[in-house]
């Protein structure tokens, strides 16, 4: 049986990743496939990686992400606040170097939703006099 060592749940606008942490080698799977991949751009794997570069853990452990929701750029947000978690999860003196980076602070910002009466979330419909 595969024992996880962490967990952590990831959030960036509306995508949420969970993360498994396990002994390994480095591996990176997401949604069952590389990282390579599943993710488009070379910058979006590099997002991804940062919180495990920072820890210097990068083939310590492999990591199975399972990441629904949003856009790809969302989603790497959502797998580095994820791992950065676990990690803190697996050992509690990455806490230190994670947070000093930023990576465990969840990235709050979401489209505003459009309102009735409006063109889109502010923009309004143009005004006409005549």
């Excluded at 995508?15 to 591996?27: L, M, P, S, T």
């Excluded at 856009?71 to 978690?85: D, E, K, S, V």
């Excluded at 939703?113 to 889109?120: L, N």
């Amino acid at each position: 049986m595969i024992k996880n060592i962490g967990i952590g749940t990831g959030r960036r606008k509306t995508a949420v990743a969970r993360v498994f942490i396990r002994e390994g080698n480095g591996k990176l799977t997401v949604n069952g496939k590389a990282i390579e991949d599943y993710f488009a751009t070379a910058e979006q794997v590099q997002t991804v990686k940062q919180p495990l570069m920072v820890t210097g853990s990068d083939s310590k452990y492999d990591i199975l992400i399972n990441v629904v929701g949003g856009g790809m750029n969302g989603q790497a947000g959502a797998c580095l606040h994820g791992i950065a978690r676990a990690l803190t999860q697996v050992d509690q003196a990455n806490y230190a170097s994670l947070h000093a980076n930023g990576y465990l602070t969840r990235d709050s910002r979401m489209v505003e939703r459009k309102k009735y009466g409006q063109r889109g979330a502010r923009r309004r419909f143009q005004f006409s006099k005549r």
